[in-house]
């Protein structure tokens, strides 16, 4: 569960507010820049709230806002850090005009946290402690997320993504825990992290075993 929740939302400590640039120069209210605001949902109920805290990453820049309005000096392709919810996915939004509105549809499996100090997180599926074999879907009902559970943790999780095609594998064993990446369904990388060691190998298929260890996968 721990190397899953590593994965979902990135909290970056060096980030710049939102209205400025990329040079920290604050950025106009004028036509040269692109205004977003953002919506979520999430896969629980139809209610539609404003994304009031969140960040938008582009070419290792990080763009932050506070009241759900987002000013940006360029077109792009944008990672999204949402900071009200932690989502297992990672979210990216195409800015490509000004005055653009976007709407994130979030998972109804997700990270919740303990109450507890520290508050330990844990996979809930709408606020519950996940349990046995859950699904989600994308609006138009291709699978999204595919796992089994118990208490919370993710035994096997399998991500997919909105043309239904598997996208990533995690699989957790009791000494290492084992990732595969896909593209168009095919595996393209395999590893695995040993636990006990803290380091990772990769998966060589010429060889047929696991080689080169490396040290830095999610640490």
Request: glycine share 6%.
């Amino acid at each position: 569960m721990k190397n899953i929740v590593r994965q979902t939302v990135l909290i970056i400590l060096f980030i710049t507010p939102c209205r400025l640039d990329a040079q920290n120069t604050p950025l106009p209210d004028n036509k040269e820049n692109f205004q977003i605001k953002l919506f979520y949902k999430t896969g629980c109920d139809s209610t539609t709230g404003i994304m009031n805290n969140y960040a938008l990453t582009l070419n290792s820049q990080t763009y932050t806002s506070d009241s759900g309005i987002c000013y940006l000096p360029e077109r792009g392709k944008y990672t999204l850090n949402s900071y009200g919810i932690e989502s297992l996915e990672t979210h990216s939004i195409l800015i490509t005009s000004n005055y653009q509105v976007d709407t994130i549809i979030f998972s109804k499996i997700s990270v919740s946290r303990s109450s507890g100090i520290p508050p330990w997180p844990y996979i809930s599926i709408c606020g519950v402690r996940a349990e046995g074999n859950h699904s989600d879907f994308w609006p138009n009902g291709k699978p999204r997320i595919v796992g089994k559970f118990r208490k919370g943790d993710a035994k096997k999780i399998s991500f997919y993504n909105s043309s239904g095609n598997l996208v990533k594998r995690q699989v957790n064993k009791k000494l290492h825990t084992l990732y595969e990446l896909y593209e168009e369904d095919k595996l393209i990388l395999r590893y695995r992290r040993v636990l006990i060691f803290s380091y990772g190998e990769v998966w060589d298929k010429d060889e047929g075993k696991y080689v080169t260890p490396f040290t830095k996968i999610f640490r």
